[in-house]
């Protein structure tokens, strides 16, 4: 199996970097829609009826889970900040992977070194 170049492995790294910068607006957490009362006692939903539609973020902040109400009039932009923030941890988790695949080719040179110049002495 032929081993990827460390300057290769570093070339992808700066390109995602690079997609990084470019990088818009985001918001860190899932999106997701939720079923509520609006707190109205004259509505359905306040006497067993549907509920309304909610959207929230959801996000874990201390340990502990964080909830944030979205206006309706902001869903859109909210859906493309959490979309945004989806793409960016793709991109680090890809930056983290091809990190250590410079690491473990930088080891698998050093091994051959070592092994090379070991049997450049036996050889003598």
């Not at 004259?42 to 902040?61: F, M, P, S, V």
């Not at 909830?67 to 680090?92: A, C, D, H, Q």
Request: aromatic content about 4%; overall charge positive; hydrophobic content about 35%.
């Amino acid at each position: 199996m032929r081993q990827t170049s460390i300057a290769m492995l570093e070339k992808q790294i700066n390109a995602r970097i690079a997609k990084l910068g470019q990088c818009k607006q985001f918001i860190v957490g899932s999106l997701v829609e939720s079923k509520r009362k609006c707190g109205n006692k004259n509505c359905q939903c306040a006497n067993g009826g549907e509920l309304h539609n909610a959207h929230i973020i959801t996000k874990r902040e201390n340990g502990k889970t964080k909830t944030i109400y979205i206006p309706v009039g902001m869903l859109e932009k909210v859906g493309e900040w959490s979309r945004e923030y989806k793409k960016i941890k793709e991109l680090i988790r890809e930056i983290d992977q091809l990190s250590e695949k410079v690491i473990a080719a930088a080891k698998e040179r050093k091994k051959a070194a070592v092994r090379a110049a070991r049997a450049a002495r036996m050889a003598k």
